[in-house]
Structure formats: C-alpha cells, structure tokens
T-cell receptor, first 110, second 115 residues
Framework: AQRVTQPEKLLSVFKGAPVELKCNYS??????LFWYVQYSRQRLQLLLRHISRESIKGFTADLNKGETSFHLKKPFAQEEDSAMYYC????????????FGKGTMLLVSP | GAGVSQSPSNKVTEKGKDVELRCDPI?????LYWYRQSLGQGLEFLIY????????KSGLPSDRFSAERTGGSVSTLTIQRTQQEDSAVYLC?????????????FGPGTRLTVL
C-alpha cells in the first residue's frame, strides 16, 4: 500500500529565509505526486503537481525516485506563505484517489 | 462558476445519533470523493464515486458509514450511530474525470462534532 510521510508537523521560518517542506513516499509503482495547500479559513487547493514541472507562487518540487522524495522548496519565504501544506500521491494506474501525508504547518514570521 | 459546496458547514450531534452530510460537486464533474480530516491524522480517503457507482469504498472505516450519489451529481455521506471518534472535518472533492491528471477541487468541509 502507498504511504506519504511528512516528517515535520510545524516549520517556522523568518520572512526571506529559504523553505523546504519534506515529503517522502512509498509506492511500488510509478506515482504521481502533488502538493496541496490550505490557507487559514480557505479550502484545500492544489499548489502544484510533479508532472507539470511548474513553479507556483515561487514554490518548486522535484520528484526524486531514487530517494522517493518530493520536497517542496521556496528560496525566499513570504508571510502570505503561512499555511498548512499536504503532500499527496496518486497511483498512475487509472483513477485519482489521493493518499495524503499528515501535513506540515508553515509559519513565516516577519 | 460555483465550486464544490457542502452542507451543513457545522454539525453537532449526540453520540448514537445518525447524521447526513451533503456534497454538491462542480457541474459536469463525474468523479466525486469523500475524505476525512482529523486532528493529527491528516486527510483520509473514504469513498470515491464515478457517476453514480462507487468502485472504491475501501476507506470507509466501518459499516456505520455509507454514501450514495444520485443523478451523477449530489452525494450524501451517512454516519449511523455516531461515536466520538467520528468527530472530524469531512471534505468532499470533485474532478472532471477519474484520471489522476484531473485536478480535484475541494469543498469547504463539514465539521462534525459528536458529544
């Protein structure tokens, strides 16, 4: 069975500092990986997915199959980045039920 | 257009009572998902619908939980004989199709508190 691990419950950084939110997964097949974000009092929304190879709001994530990781990075954190971040995995086999990690709360202080 | 809507937004009930949670997906979205968000547990998959059928019910935690979807649109999640451990935020999501590349759009959730 697939599993997603986010080792940090809370990550606290100062504005302008680099950020790395860790995500590791276990899955025997070829997964699709996503980052979802939930800002305060807003609904959960997709931030980015590995197949798009895009940068959203300055965030990037690279799928490392050797290390089974999909860490989320941003070189300079902003206060508005404060939110709950969830890493999620989908089997690349037909349908898209997501397996989520437990989430990391990112707090960016001024 | 309107996003995924859920009702009620909050539900407080007594242990042993039945509750119904409703999800109205984005129009035209054939796939619908229910998740549960508990403190410290992250999001757990409950059930998935493609049209009116539910090919994957593997996440339902017990036979007290059931869900249906009618007309390929609105879905209802029913919890019978609620227990305190059922307290959580129940999230619904929908997507255009079942393929993994289709983005899932989430509703605001229903916060269930079982006293």
């Amino acid at each position: 069975a697939q599993r997603v691990t986010q080792p940090e419950k809370l990550l606290s950084v100062f504005k302008g500092a680099p950020v790395e939110l860790k995500c590791n997964y276990s899955y025997s097949g070829s997964p699709e990986l996503f980052w979802y974000v939930q800002y305060s009092r807003q609904r959960l929304q997709l931030l980015l997915r590995h197949i798009s190879r895009e940068s959203i709001k300055g965030f990037t994530a690279d799928l490392n199959k050797g290390e089974t990781s999909f860490h989320l990075k941003k070189p300079f954190a902003q206060e508005e980045d404060s939110a709950m971040y969830y890493c999620a995995l989908s089997e690349n086999s037909g349908y898209s039920t997501l397996t989520f990690g437990k989430g990391t709360m990112l707090l960016v202080s001024p | 257009g309107a996003g995924v809507s859920q009702s009620p937004s909050n539900k407080v009930t007594e242990k042993g009572k039945d509750v119904e949670l409703r999800c109205d997906p984005i129009s035209g979205h054939t796939a619908l998902y229910w998740y549960r968000q508990s403190l410290g547990q992250g999001l757990e998959f409950l059930i998935y619908f493609q049209g009116n059928s539910a090919p994957d019910k593997s996440g339902l935690p017990s036979d007290r939980f059931s869900a249906e979807r009618t007309g390929g649109s609105v879905s209802t999640l029913t919890i019978q004989r609620t227990q305190q451990e059922d307290s959580a935020v129940y999230l619904c999501a929908s997507s255009l199709g079942r393929q993994s590349y289709n983005e899932q759009f989430f509703g605001p959730g229903t916060r269930l508190t079982v006293l």
